[in-house]
């Protein structure tokens, strides 16, 4: 495997509330090379977009180290910061939300290159005609605002001011959850098509484990601010070893019910608080499987095989 592009070792995160302290994230690793698309799932309130916003250092650490391109950009500020910004960019689940009504697309995707001082002015609208038929748009939609735009062609916008900058990852954040079945369908393949051409890398955060499936080539399970399985995708999704990834598996709906891989699995209970997360393994109150070890015993992330890895006692 290629050096990481993007380290995440051993990151916490907490957020002091009026109610206790929020553990968001609690010693998180993963990492992400260069042009590899990297699938994370959990239900919601596990820190999956607490790992987005740290991956764009929009968010700071309370331990651990973010490394981009080796340089640890968790502790970095002023010039240093600014210059790695670039690098990595997001797309966001809303494409309404995440465009500014008052400006035009061209405006908008021009923006990034001023702000970074990328260019004189014929420069910047040349780069804004490219990259809007880079991703399946006329030119002639800089001149329009976002109301005028369908929801699939808004994200498509949206991936266009990522892509402005040259980044080397893109943060993917519920990006097509928006989006109706046909277009989320065109949005993904022209994510693939992207990587194939530029070579980006993808944090792809998604609740569809179809989707994932279908984007990534390794997927990291996270439950309860920890990473609780994590490998290849053909691994994760053919010999999974965390009890609750295959509750999220036999969770998902199925064209066909009756060829399911995996039996039916019900988590008893809902996600337990991040103010008091449970002791032992975070999963034991909804496993059906628990013992005495798990419930008093936190289990470590453990190698299985080459690089299939598992937060669990009974694995």
């Known amino acids: 495997m290629n050096a990481p592009l993007l380290a995440l070792h051993e990151v916490s995160r907490h957020y002091h509330t009026q109610a206790g302290v929020v553990r968001a994230l609690d010693r998180v690793s993963l990492d992400i090379a260069p042009g590899e698309t990297l699938g994370l799932v959990g239900e919601s309130g596990c820190g999956k977009s607490t790992v987005a916003r740290v991956a764009m250092r929009l968010t700071d650490v309370d331990e651990g180290e973010v490394r981009l391109d080796g340089e640890d950009i968790a502790t970095a500020h002023g010039r240093a910061l600014q210059a790695g910004r670039p690098r990595v960019q997001m797309v966001f689940q809303d494409p309404a939300g995440s465009l500014n009504p008052r400006a035009t697309i061209g405006q908008t995707l021009e923006a990034p290159l001023i702000v970074h001082r990328r260019g004189n002015a014929g420069d910047r609208q040349s780069r804004v005609a490219n990259m809007l038929r880079g991703v399946r748009l006329h030119p002639d939609m800089a001149s329009r605002h976002p109301h005028e735009l369908s929801g699939g062609q808004r994200q498509r916008v949206d991936i266009a001011r990522a892509l402005m900058l040259d980044p080397a990852l893109i943060v993917c954040d519920e990006a097509v959850s928006a989006l109706d079945v046909?277009?989320?369908?065109?949005?993904?393949?022209?994510?693939?098509?992207?990587?194939?051409?530029?070579?980006?890398?993808?944090?792809?955060?998604?609740?569809?484990?179809?989707?994932?499936?279908?984007?990534?080539?390794?997927?990291?399970?996270?439950?309860?601010g920890q990473v609780v399985e994590l490998g290849p995708r053909d691994a994760v999704w053919h010999h999974t070893l965390h009890p609750y990834t295959r509750a999220l598996m036999a969770a998902a709906p199925s064209a066909r019910p009756a060829n399911r891989r995996l039996p039916r699995v019900v988590m008893e209970g809902e996600l337990p608080s991040p103010l008091d997360?449970?002791?032992?393994?975070?999963?034991?109150?909804?496993?059906?499987?628990?013992?005495?070890?798990?419930?008093?015993?936190?289990?470590?992330?453990?190698l299985h095989g080459a690089d299939h890895w598992v937060r669990c006692h009974l694995a």
């Not at 051409?197 to 279908?214: E, K, P, Q, W």
Request: aromatic residues 8%.
């Open 182 to 224: 046909s277009v989320r369908a065109q949005v993904l393949n022209l994510l693939l098509d992207l990587r194939e051409t530029l070579g980006i890398a993808y944090l792809f955060i998604s609740h569809d484990l179809a989707v994932v499936r279908h984007m990534s080539d390794r997927i990291a399970v996270m439950y309860l």
């Open 277 to 302: 997360p449970p002791s032992g393994c975070r999963f034991h109150t909804r496993c059906a499987q628990a013992t005495y070890l798990c419930r008093s015993s936190e289990p470590a992330l453990r």
